[in-house]
């Protein structure tokens, strides 16, 4: 079975500083990994994903993560953030292959400040 | 942009009553999931289908929750009789293979 781990509930940053939302993942098997946002009352959206290849994948809105399989880690990151980047953000983790279900982790809170 | 569409948003009803959401997956998308959402047991996979056969409805309380796609453009989540612990938010989601799944807006459940 899989799991995820978002090792920080809650990360408060100023306006234009670079953030880290960090994502920790336990799998037996070869895995993808996917990054979502959530605005209030919304759905998920995706952000990006990890499937194979490059270890760093770049996504909309300017975020990106990068894969260490030996860390088992797929962290976002972004170099400078805007007010219009507070929302939920949520790691999530399947098996590797088709029709697999998503786990998804407790999410992380971004809340930007001016 | 294509998108998954979920009915009603918001749904106030009282405990014992029947309640039915509805999906309408993306067209040509043959996964669907059901997902639901509370603050403290956070997303939660209910059940999921390929090609509309049930794949794994595990996360389901089969007493009084029941999933089924009747056809390849709708997908029901019923939940009877409701409980006010069913209050949550619902979501839907539909993608091809595994490469991401488009989610709906979800429907707000509230059962007083």
């Known amino acids: 079975a899989q799991s995820v781990t978002q090792l920080d509930s809650q990360v408060p940053v100023f306006e234009e500083a670079p953030v880290e939302l960090r994502c920790n993942y336990s799998?037996?098997?070869?895995?993808?990994l996917f990054w979502y946002v959530q605005y209030p009352n919304q759905g998920l959206q995706l952000l990006l994903k990890y499937l194979s290849g490059s270890t760093l994948v770049k996504g909309i809105n300017g975020f990106e993560a990068e894969f260490n399989k030996s860390q088992t880690s797929f962290h976002l990151r972004k170099p400078s953030v805007h007010i219009s980047d507070t929302a939920e953000y949520f790691c999530?983790?399947?098996?590797?292959?088709?029709?697999?279900?998503?786990?998804f982790g407790a999410g992380t809170r971004l809340a930007v400040h001016p | 942009d294509a998108r998954v569409t979920q009915t009603p948003r918001h749904k106030v009803t009282e405990m014992g009553q029947e309640v039915t959401m509805r999906c309408q997956p993306i067209l040509g998308h043959n996964t669907v999931f059901w997902y639901r959402q509370t603050m403290m047991q956070g997303l939660e996979l209910l059940a999921y289908?390929?090609?509309?056969?049930?794949?794994?409805d595990s996360g389901m309380p089969k007493d009084r929750f029941s999933a089924e796609m009747p056809d390849a453009t709708l997908a029901t989540l019923k939940i009877q009789p409701s409980e006010p612990r069913d209050s949550a938010v619902y979501f839907c989601?539909?993608?091809?293979?595994?490469?991401?799944?488009?989610f709906g807006s979800g429907t707000r459940l509230t059962v007083v």
């Open positions: 289908f390929r090609n509309r056969a049930p794949l794994d």
């Open positions: 799998s037996s098997v070869s895995v993808y």
């Open positions: 999530a983790v399947s098996r590797a292959g088709g029709y697999n279900k998503l786990i």
């Open positions: 989601a539909s993608g091809l293979e595994n490469y991401g799944y488009t």
